[in-house]
């Protein structure tokens, strides 16, 4: 119950509490420890293993933790293919991987109980820590910097800065109306990468918070007669919500990963397909 | 909640993530996979293959079973015909050697035949001659008698 030593400062300070950044500097010079730690454990985690199935891989009859990785492997080499039919790209598909495991690995931190670790860091000293990396709006945006600066990489590659730029001038409402087009279009392809990176921020910060609502339910109350209402309550919702966000971090890894490779494709698209 | 630098972190180690999956999982699990799915159609080629030659060495063990049959029957003809030449010349001359033997017999019979003849001939003369000669003895006088003996003698 570390939500009633919080409790002091009332439910809104418990909930700033954890939604503070273990961070040093200062403005824009600050680095969010916490979120870049968790999230290279996790992709450290995911080279370890990666490592450990590519070491000795095995042709004929792979057992366990190889046929896992198999089929997610191969699940997302199918969405690639069918996004990309018979266009090749060696990049495509490792960045797929990349977006649907590490973002998985990085949301699924959601579903740890929301005290656990910081009180664990607490007593170690520290005061702030957000488990969840992708609840930070730097790790979800930067992803999906990461896959605009290759869409605008792609787009020149397949179409030319001639072509990348017509796109711009005739898209979508012809030649006579360019000064919209370019309007339309930069908010267009803008908007892709901010919805890609906002989504995830969105349903996970969300998630985080109805979480950390849950677990005020029996912090809040005072010990008491009050507790034995509360606390089964808290257990039945949290294990409910426990369950139902399973589905969302999967799914939203799944959605950040089909975006990545539809924005892709679509950047590899050439100006006839328009 | 700001945007911050730890954005540009992130965005190196997002770089830095593709890359290494890339290198550590992707490429040798993709790589493997092609091989193996290399490796399956290699096997059942082979065993589509393997399905063919068997359907032709049955077709040729039938055509082999079906000429040595034939031969079989050949050999078995030709056998039968020969022992029967060998039968029929056998009884040829079994016959030929039955003939001469027989035709042997014959003759010897009739020499044997020619010989007792004779022999009893000249026994019964020399018997009638000594017959004669005990009548004649008491009875006939020599002189007499000497005409008709000599002609006797003269006949046997």
Known sequence: ?274 | MNITVTLIAQMIAFVVMIWLVNKFLWAPLSAMMEARRQRIADGLSASERGKHELKLAEERAVQIIKEAKEKATEILAQANARSNEIIDEARNNAKAEADRILSGARAEIDREVERAKQELGKQVAELAIAGAERILKREVDAKAHEAALADLVARI
Request: proline share 3%.
């Open chain 1, 1 to 274: 119950m570390s939500a009633a030593e919080n409790s002091g400062g009332g439910s809104v300070d418990y909930i700033q509490h954890h939604l503070t950044n273990w961070s040093v500097g200062e403005g824009f010079w600050t680095l969010n420890l916490d979120t870049l730690i968790v999230s290279l454990m996790l992709g450290a985690l995911i080279v370890f293993a990666a490592m450990r199935v590519g070491r000795n891989l095995q042709v004929g009859a792979p057992s366990g933790f190889q046929n896992f990785v198999e089929m997610v492997l191969d699940f997302v080499d199918k969405q690639v293919k069918d996004s990309f039919g018979g266009k090749d790209n060696k990049l495509i598909a490792p960045l797929a991987l990349t977006v649907l495991v590490w973002v998985w690995l990085m949301n699924f931190m959601d579903l740890i109980p929301v005290d656990l670790v910081p009180a664990i860091l607490h007593g170690v000293g520290l005061e702030h820590f957000k488990l969840v990396p992708t609840t930070d709006i730097n790790t979800t945006l930067a992803m999906a910097g990461v896959v605009f600066l290759l869409t605008v990489y792609y787009n020149i590659k397949v179409k030319g800065v001639v072509g990348y730029v017509k796109m711009f001038l005739f898209h979508p409402f012809g030649k006579f109306l360019i000064p919209v087009n370019i309007i339309m279009t930069a908010i267009e392809e803008l908007a892709k990468p901010l919805s890609l990176g906002l989504r995830l921020f969105g349903n996970m910060f969300a998630g985080e918070l109805v979480f950390l609502l849950i677990a005020l339910l029996s912090g809040a109350a005072t010990l008491g007669a009050a507790l034995l209402i509360w606390f089964p309550l808290q257990v039945v919702l949290d294990l409910g919500w426990l369950l139902f966000h399973i589905l969302i971090i999967t799914l939203q890894a799944f959605i950040f990963m089909v975006l990545t490779i539809v924005y892709l494709g679509m950047a590899h698209a050439s100006e006839d397909d328009h």
